[in-house]
């Protein structure tokens, strides 16, 4: 029973900080804000295995994990609370507190970020006072020697305690009663604070015609090989690796982007004004830093976007300005040298991926692509700032975690098909894989067996030199098991490197090899 308790006073306060926080903003709900304060304060290493070892789903079992905990704390609590009453009442008051210091923690944390956890621990200290009367632990507690009359009840030492008027269908019903209030407000919450509006928002929003068409890919660029990795990423494929325990939901229609800092004059741009604005189309493949070797965080696809370069030329960059730090919607923070961003390359405001509006998991309305760069210093999803300044003024959020300053991105190569430990029949195997050295482009690709030399791959028709390159070999396979390593040389001549380097702090390195057996 005290464990019912303290587990139902605890859904009820989760329940209705959820409910609060549809009206507040979602990034103060008390798991989300307590998720996002622990990916924030978990250490580099944490963070890399989570991403490793979880992938996209490493948020999923983040949250669960949170809800784990909660359950343990919230029963231990109840059990605990049934002789010390004050236990619920400072345990229901604690976790509310904890939910508030972390809300009001959150970048762009709104004003009122500590109500959704205040008020959610109010109503749960309610319910945990409405349970325990139920229960008659509160309120109608008797002692054995209560008889009708006042006197002794036969065979119980006077001084033994009871529960008084307890009714198990009583508790029992009003414990449904809460699970009840409980699952309404975590749903209504849920539903005020959906995406449907931004959903909605995204179906309303066109895709606008570019001045500058990407040229049609050529023939010769996806090789269709079984297992290969297609040239063009789907955009439910595309990688996404971010911060976000949730997704920004941001309507196009209210979208501004404020364009200030080291500037002779700020912009504000709404969705309509951009949009309205010079674009092209551009196919480009976007990687991440925590990408192990032979990982799948790299994907390409085409893009439509305003050149970077114009909005920064609009505004007029003042000399000495050497950074450009870009904000999300949720707050994080991310920096960009602006010599990336002005030397020629097609650094774009994004507002299309594929021939549809940005996917809302990718940054709808509008996020940033900057070929040759890791993601974590160029590819902000949900924009709405830009601020022009320098490396010395700010560190960007991955900055502050030890990542390094400047991260072009490296030269890799990959696998894709037979895949590790697949069992194969001897003879003539297709082995293919992709290669990327962004804004350098793929100049040859090598493959290995077991140790011997290297031996060119036939390469796929190139793109442009920012997006990827697919390559197959033809291997005359015999039986027994067999190492298969690549390497891939890029555009400016250098060969990818064998030393094998974590992502942490600037990108992986080594080459992609897998084991099979050939039967």
Same mark, same amino acid.
């Given at each position: 029973?005290?464990?019912?308790?303290?587990?139902?006073?605890?859904?009820?306060?989760?329940?209705?900080?959820?409910?609060?926080?549809?009206?507040?903003?979602?990034? #103060?709900?008390?798991?989300? @804000?307590? &998720?996002?304060? +622990?990916?924030? %304060? $978990?250490?580099? *290493? !944490?963070?890399?295995? /989570?991403?490793?070892?979880?992938?996209?789903?490493?948020?999923?079992?983040?949250?669960?994990?949170?809800?784990?905990?909660?359950?343990?704390?919230?029963?231990?609590?109840?059990?605990?609370?049934?002789?010390?009453?004050?236990?619920?009442?400072?345990?229901?008051?604690?976790?509310?507190?904890?939910?508030?210091?972390?809300?009001?923690?959150?970048?762009?944390?709104?004003?009122? #970020?500590?109500?959704?956890? @205040?008020? &959610?621990?109010? +109503?749960?200290? %309610? $319910?945990?006072? *409405? !349970?325990?009367?139920? /229960?008659?632990?509160?309120?109608?507690?008797?002692?054995?020697?209560?008889?009708?009359?006042?006197?002794?009840?036969?065979?119980?030492?006077?001084?033994?305690?009871?529960?008084?008027?307890?009714?198990?269908?009583?508790?029992?019903?009003?414990?449904?009663?809460?699970?009840?209030?409980?699952?309404?407000?975590?749903?209504?919450?849920?539903?005020?604070?959906?995406?449907?509006? #931004?959903?909605?928002?995204? @179906?309303?929003?066109?895709?606008?015609?570019?001045?500058?068409?990407?040229?049609?890919?050529?023939?010769?660029?996806?090789?269709?090989?079984?297992?290969?990795?297609?040239?063009?990423?789907?955009?439910?494929?595309?990688?996404?690796?971010?911060?976000?325990?949730?997704?920004?939901?941001?309507?196009?229609?209210?979208?501004?982007?404020?364009?200030?800092?080291?500037?002779?004059?700020?912009?504000?741009?709404?969705?309509?004004?951009?949009?309205?604005?010079?674009?092209?189309?551009?196919?480009?493949?976007?990687?991440?830093?925590?990408?192990?070797?032979?990982?799948?965080?790299?994907?390409?696809?085409?893009?439509?976007?305003?050149?970077?370069?114009?909005?920064?030329?609009?505004?007029?960059?003042?000399?000495?300005?050497?950074?450009?730090?870009?904000?999300?919607?949720?707050?994080?923070?991310?920096?960009?040298?602006?010599?990336?961003?002005?030397?020629?390359?097609?650094?774009?405001?994004?507002?299309?991926?594929?021939?549809?509006?940005?996917?809302?998991?990718?940054?709808?309305?509008?996020?940033?692509?900057?070929?040759?760069?890791?993601?974590?210093?160029?590819?902000?999803?949900?924009?709405?700032?830009?601020?022009?300044?320098?490396?010395?003024?700010?560190?960007?959020?991955?900055?502050?975690?030890?990542?390094?300053?400047?991260?072009?991105?490296?030269?890799?190569?990959?696998?894709?098909?037979?895949?590790?430990?697949?069992?194969?029949?001897?003879?003539?195997?297709?082995?293919?894989?992709?290669?990327?050295?962004?804004?350098?482009?793929?100049?040859?690709?090598?493959?290995?067996?077991?140790?011997?030399?290297?031996?060119?791959?036939?390469?796929?028709?190139?793109?442009?030199?920012?997006?990827?390159?697919?390559?197959?070999?033809?291997?005359?396979?015999?039986?027994?098991?067999?190492?298969?390593?690549?390497?891939?040389?890029?555009?400016?001549?250098?060969?990818?490197?064998?030393?094998?380097?974590?992502?942490?702090?600037?990108?992986?390195?080594?080459?992609?090899?897998?084991?099979?057996?050939?039967?």
């Amino acid at each position: 029973m005290g464990g019912a308790i303290g587990l139902l006073s605890a859904a009820v306060a989760v329940a209705s900080g959820e409910l609060v926080a549809a009206v507040v903003g979602r990034g #103060a709900a008390p798991v989300i @804000a307590v &998720g996002g304060a +622990a990916i924030d %304060a $978990a250490p580099t *290493w !944490l963070k890399s295995w /989570a991403i490793a070892t979880f992938g996209d789903a490493d948020k999923t079992v983040l949250v669960a994990g949170i809800g784990a905990v909660l359950i343990v704390v919230a029963w231990t609590l109840g059990v605990m609370s049934l002789r010390r009453p004050w236990v619920g009442v400072v345990g229901v008051a604690g976790l509310g507190v904890v939910g508030a210091v972390a809300a009001a923690a959150r970048p762009a944390a709104p004003d009122l #970020a500590i109500m959704p956890s @205040a008020l &959610g621990a109010l +109503a749960g200290l %309610a $319910a945990y006072r *409405w !349970l325990r009367v139920a /229960a008659a632990l509160d309120g109608g507690a008797t002692t054995a020697s209560d008889g009708p009359r006042g006197g002794a009840t036969h065979g119980s030492p006077a001084s033994s305690p009871r529960i008084g008027g307890y009714d198990r269908r009583r508790f029992l019903l009003t414990g449904l009663a809460t699970a009840g209030v409980a699952v309404t407000g975590a749903g209504a919450g849920r539903l005020l604070s959906s995406r449907a509006s #931004a959903e909605a928002s995204r @179906a309303s929003a066109s895709v606008p015609v570019p001045r500058g068409s990407a040229v049609p890919i050529p023939a010769g660029a996806d090789l269709g090989v079984p297992g290969l990795s297609p040239f063009i990423t789907p955009n439910d494929r595309f990688y996404r690796v971010d911060t976000a325990l949730f997704v920004p939901a941001v309507d196009a229609e209210t979208w501004r982007l404020r364009v200030h800092g080291m500037v002779e004059r700020e912009l504000d741009l709404t969705y309509a004004g951009l949009v309205s604005r010079p674009s092209v189309e551009r196919d480009i493949t976007l990687a991440c830093v925590s990408n192990e070797v032979g990982g799948s965080y790299v994907g390409n696809a085409r893009w439509i976007g305003v050149p970077l370069a114009d909005v920064l030329a609009e505004a007029g960059v003042l000399d000495g300005a050497t950074q450009l730090v870009s904000t999300s919607a949720d707050g994080w923070t991310c920096g960009t040298p602006v010599a990336a961003v002005t030397d020629g390359r097609d650094a774009l405001l994004a507002v299309s991926m594929n021939g549809e509006p940005l996917p809302l998991d990718h940054g709808f309305p509008v996020r940033m692509v900057v070929p040759g760069l890791y993601g974590y210093v160029s590819a902000t999803k949900w924009l709405v700032d830009l601020e022009l300044t320098t490396f010395e003024a700010f560190d960007a959020y991955w900055i502050r975690r030890g990542w390094a300053e400047q991260a072009p991105i490296k030269t890799q190569s990959r696998i894709d098909t037979p895949r590790a430990s697949d069992r194969l029949a001897a003879g003539d195997i297709t082995v293919a894989g992709v290669a990327w050295a962004q804004h350098r482009g793929i100049e040859a690709v090598e493959v290995q067996v077991d140790g011997g030399p290297w031996l060119a791959a036939e390469l796929a028709t190139e793109d442009t030199v920012d997006t990827w390159r697919q390559w197959r070999y033809r291997w005359p396979a015999t039986p027994g098991l067999h190492s298969i390593a690549v390497r891939a040389t890029d555009g400016d001549g250098v060969v990818q490197t064998a030393d094998p380097v974590p992502p942490f702090p600037d990108g992986a390195t080594g080459h992609h090899t897998i084991v099979v057996d050939v039967g």
